[in-house]
């Protein structure tokens, strides 16, 4: 590929910087090393958090402007009143994003698929438009018919009428697995870059902490109700080893199930989140994710790196595009918790498995380098736009 003579302008939009999730890390990481290492000139535009600080440190080399919509509000409307409430917002959001746009003139813009999906292919700034998918089909503004009313059915319902009209309208729709890639068979714009390795430890774990750690928010779709009912037969099989939960969210119904299910919680700590993950990871020799559904599974990357092995549910579809079964860590029928474990003790009883998977996931788990990783996203961005090369 030639070198670029002229800097690759790129704005990127998403809701907010403010919180500690995946999305938000992910992006920062990819946004600083494209800046960094690619010079190129990066602009991220927010809508919310307009007096919050960034969770995560971004380079000087990039540009923030926050619109300051507040469709948080949204969040404590009523449903009724909701759709007026966005209808407003949405429109003062197209305004302003349309003016930043026809300012910027960026080369791309890139979208996280959520309120702009709407319009964004409108906006004639001439930027070829990207969409980045965190979350796999199935799952992505996925409503439950059986727990919402009519009016919220047929909005459904339009919702998803709409989304293909507008994904195929994209230059590239990325996805982070090949799974899901395929789950579009609608599309031939789909590819698929997964998301990078967020830490580089300089140590790993010795696998002699007879811990076992997980890194996951409190929530249904964690499954973090099933981990406790698989460590209910777990602690009663190995008598030495611990849990321990770390992650953000409402701690109180499972602190319940670990009293109905009579969980030693001398053994089994819920814990809030921790601004030290890396730690975390080295002083455990086990990790284990039961989510019911995984747009890819970060967390799993980043146990590996740190010498981890690593139990999974095979849950879609995340963790099958990272876990070799059997090699360097375990997938699990997804939701079977006898079977989960049985492996967790199988793996807490065998420190030569333990040993043999670890290095085996530092090996695998490289082709998620920030710089493999980037590589993927720097062809997409150089393709096809002669005005930079």
Excluded at 60 to 88: A, M, P, Q, R, T
Excluded at 107 to 121: Q, V, Y
């Amino acid at each position: 590929m030639l070198e670029t003579t002229n800097k690759l302008k790129l704005v990127y939009i998403t809701p907010a910087l403010y919180m500690a999730g995946g999305v938000e890390r992910v992006l920062t990481l990819k946004g600083n090393y494209f800046a960094e290492h690619f010079g190129y000139d990066i602009t991220i535009i927010l809508t919310e958090g307009k007096d919050k600080p960034l969770f995560y440190p971004l380079s000087d080399k990039i540009k923030v402007i926050n619109l300051d919509i507040g469709f948080e509000e949204l969040w404590i409307c009523s449903f009724v009143k909701k759709v007026f409430v966005y209808l407003k917002k949405q429109r003062q959001f197209k305004k302003s994003l349309t003016r930043e746009l026809m300012r910027l003139r960026p080369d791309i813009t890139i979208s996280l698929l959520r309120r702009e999906i709407n319009f964004l292919n409108d906006i004639k700034d001439g930027s070829r438009k990207i969409g980045e998918m965190h979350i796999n089909r199935a799952n992505y503004r996925n409503y439950n018919t059986e727990k919402v009313n009519l009016l919220q059915r047929l909005f459904a319902k339009f919702w998803s009428s709409n989304l293909l009209r507008h994904l195929k309208k994209l230059d590239k729709l990325v996805v982070l697995t090949d799974r899901d890639r395929e789950s579009w068979v609608e599309l031939n714009n789909v590819v698929t870059i997964p998301d990078p390795l967020s830490i580089s430890p300089t140590t790993i774990s010795l696998l002699t902490e007879k811990r076992v750690v997980t890194i996951a928010r409190y929530s249904h779709e964690k499954g973090i109700d099933l981990l406790l009912k698989a460590w209910s037969i777990v602690e009663k099989q190995v008598s030495d080893w611990c849990l321990d939960i770390f992650g953000d969210g409402d701690r109180t119904s499972y602190e319940q199930l670990i009293d109905e299910l009579k969980i030693n919680s001398s053994r089994c700590q819920l814990h809030g989140r921790t601004n030290d993950v890396e730690k975390e990871y080295l002083n455990s020799s086990l990790f284990v994710l039961t989510s019911r559904f995984e747009g890819f599974g970060m967390v799993i990357t980043e146990a590996m790196v740190c010498g981890l092995p690593v139990i999974s549910f095979d849950c879609p579809w995340g963790p099958r595009s990272i876990i070799k079964d059997g090699e360097d860590g375990f997938l699990v029928e997804n939701g079977n918790v006898d079977a989960l474990a049985n492996k967790m003790c199988r793996l807490m009883e065998d420190k030569n498995l333990r040993v043999s998977m670890s290095q085996a996931g530092l090996k695998n788990v490289q082709r998620f380098s920030i710089e493999h990783v980037a590589e993927q996203w720097k062809c997409i961005f150089e393709s096809k736009n002669v005005s930079i090369l």
